[in-house]
């Protein structure tokens, strides 16, 4: 069990630092299709060169790694209780060395249990087969698009499509819906699961279990075949793009599953993944516990070195239609009202962690710091400390913003902050208070948590540390950190404008094609 416990070591650090060859190939095509200079174009950049960076430094590709999810496969007599004991040792180590975000919270009392482990955490799911090896996948998917996981009931009315009937083309408009109502919250591009049939739960698992199926197989199923092809082909009209950007790709897979079901439920469960799509799998020697084959290695891989000077020597040529701001933190109110949707950002200076139980926390007290003029950074950061005490960043990247919507307006305004930077956008009530007060919504690049770790150039404090690592307080000095202004002072908001322009291009999918 020793060597089990570090196979699954391996298998864990693996899939959090570095995506599969599968999921690459994706990530590039994705890249060939937009055009340099535009806003996706450089989030595809940032993109490429976060990987780079996570493969290199053998760090989180994302710092939310998730809820790990082990799927294994045993033949007849194998130690289930032992392996799974083992699991949880490889989880707890892995967290312990910064390859993984301690996530696992307490539903009732918010504590964190600071290794992973808790009430079912990890998920593990055991089968047997009849195989004389052992076969374990795991995938590590985090919130922001497991938020977007959506399930139909059939019949239903759906919005810009009207109704989806039981039968294909009702479930076409569901899939075609799902990936319209996840706009850039999930980290788009993304990839999606599909569970057709089931019950609540089953559809769910089934809509997950395609997750583990290689971007590039070919559907068994001809029916199925010719809706994932319709889906990927037209999904990617609906111009939602890179991060809600807008742009060429907003759908980078799509596999469909099938199983019966009641005759009274209809549901199509849909299980929708972000581009850091982290999932690996290895074959294991029952005998020994050894590693005998990773998975998912089948065809060329991506040197991401060589795609990032490819997309400089591009985006040098085309750049010159965004406009780009340095700012220095802290920030007046005149030079945030100068910000205009679009724009690109380039900070230096302070900023401040906050999600959720800061915000909640901030509703009630004064703040542990002086934010006049400061940013407030939606982030839950993967944090080392060293034998000295020291604190350092492990990854960085963006958490959904819209979670903060129904404090940030009144805390923006209590505390006179001017800039808030996260993912995903905010609502009207966020949009409002931006008008009023003087502020400004950055939108920086979901998941690039290797990149804008490396922005930080130094921790200079951190505060209600008792919440847990992700939701304290950090204060980080950065350099050089890149967002886009996607919500500006002056009523702009480009998630608005995305949201509207792919409605209507969705209502375009509302008559039946497969009849
Ligand atoms: S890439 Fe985005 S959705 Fe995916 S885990 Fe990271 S923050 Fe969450």
Known sequence: ?????????????ETSTKLPKDVRRAIVRAKARENAGTRAAMALTTIAGNIKMADENVSPICQDTGLPTFKIKVPVGVNQIKMKE????????????????PNSVDSLTGENSGDNLGDGVPVIKFEQWEKDYIDVRLILKGGGCENKN?????PCELEGLGRA????DGIRKCILHAVYQAQGQGCSAGFIGV????????GYELA?????????DINPNEELRQLEEYIMENANKLGIGTMGFGGETTLLGCKIGA????PASFFVSVAYNCWAFRRLGVKINPETGDIQEWLYQEGEDVDFAKELEKAEEKASVNMGETREIVLEAPLTEEQVRQLKVGDVVRINGMMYTGRDAIHKYLMDHDAPVDLNGQIIYHCGPVMLKDEEGKWHVKAAGPTTSIREEPYQGDIMKKFGIRAVIGKGGMGAKTLAALKEHGGVYLNAIGGAAQYYADCIKSV??????????????WHLKVENFTAVVTMDSHGNSLHEDVEKSSLEKLAQFKEPVFK
């Open 150 to 154: 959506i399930q139909y009931s059939l």
């Open 259 to 262: 199983m019966h079901r009641i």
């Open 1 to 13: 069990m020793e060597k089990f416990q570090e196979s699954m070591y391996q298998l864990i650090v």
């Open 165 to 168: 009937g039981r039968d294909l």
């Open 208 to 216: 997950k279990e395609q997750l583990f199926r290689s971007v590039d």
């Open 86 to 101: 083992a699991i949880r040792n490889a989880i707890a180590q892995a967290t312990k060395d910064g390859k993984l975000r």
């Open 460 to 473: 200079e404090g951190v505060d209600l540390l008792e919440f847990g690592i992700p939701e304290a307080m």
């Open 195 to 202: 569970g057709i049939g089931g019950d609540r739960s089953s």
